[in-house]
């Protein structure tokens, strides 16, 4: 399945199905498709489909979704720069201890780090608390100290 496929398949169904998982999963090439195109393009609404579709499957246990497709889906959605959604990848990385453990803490400060720090102080609610505390303990051991690599539009990220 190409890329376009897969966007006007969402654009009228409003889902990402697991035939669609897989074929992120299985494909290297549109992976890299889906992130350069989310580089020049906002869609939000299919990149927060995609989160929650791999967090679905792996709390589910349905399907095998590795670290590293959690990881692609979430980078994805950190390139729509809309900095509520550093949550949406807290989330994804507290599906179990793997993830916890696995999915880079660089993903969630897409927007910077200072700005994070600042919309996760003004959330009422525990997990943004919690995803607080540890974005300043990472902060402060140094995790963000090459955050502008992270994120570099010349530079695609290893899981890709």
Same mark, same amino acid.
């Given at each position: 399945?190409?890329?376009?496929?897969?966007?006007?398949?969402?654009?009228?169904?409003?889902?990402?199905?697991?035939? /669609?998982?897989?074929?992120?999963?299985?494909?290297?090439?549109?992976?890299?498709?889906? /992130?350069?195109?989310?580089?020049?393009?906002?869609?939000?609404?299919?990149?927060?489909?995609?989160?929650?579709?791999?967090?679905?499957?792996?709390?589910?246990?349905?399907?095998?979704?590795?670290?590293?497709?959690?990881?692609?889906?979430?980078?994805?959605?950190?390139?729509?720069?809309?900095?509520?959604?550093?949550?949406?990848?807290?989330?994804?990385?507290?599906?179990?201890?793997?993830?916890?453990?696995?999915?880079?803490?660089? %993903?969630?400060?897409?927007?910077?780090?200072?700005?994070? /720090?600042?919309?996760?102080?003004?959330?009422?609610?525990?997990?943004?608390?919690?995803?607080?505390?540890? /974005?300043?303990?990472?902060?402060?051991?140094?995790?963000?100290?090459?955050?502008?690599?992270?994120?570099?539009?010349?530079? %695609?990220?290893?899981?890709?």
């Amino acid at each position: 399945m190409k890329l376009n496929d897969i966007l006007n398949q969402f654009h009228i169904l409003k889902c990402v199905d697991a035939e /669609i998982i897989k074929e992120f999963q299985a494909d290297g090439v549109l992976r890299v498709a889906l /992130i350069e195109y989310s580089k020049r393009t906002k869609n939000r609404a299919f990149a927060i489909e995609l989160v929650n579709t791999f967090i679905v499957t792996r709390r589910q246990a349905i399907g095998v979704v590795t670290v590293e497709d959690l990881m692609f889906a979430c980078f994805n959605l950190a390139l729509q720069n809309q900095i509520e959604d550093c949550l949406k990848i807290w989330e994804a990385k507290n599906i179990d201890f793997d993830t916890y453990c696995g999915l880079d803490v660089q %993903l969630m400060p897409f927007a910077g780090v200072t700005e994070t /720090i600042e919309f996760l102080k003004l959330q009422k609610n525990a997990d943004a608390e919690k995803a607080l505390l540890y /974005i300043v303990k990472c902060n402060n051991c140094g995790d963000f100290n090459h955050q502008h690599e992270y994120f570099s539009p010349d530079i %695609l990220p290893w899981f890709l």
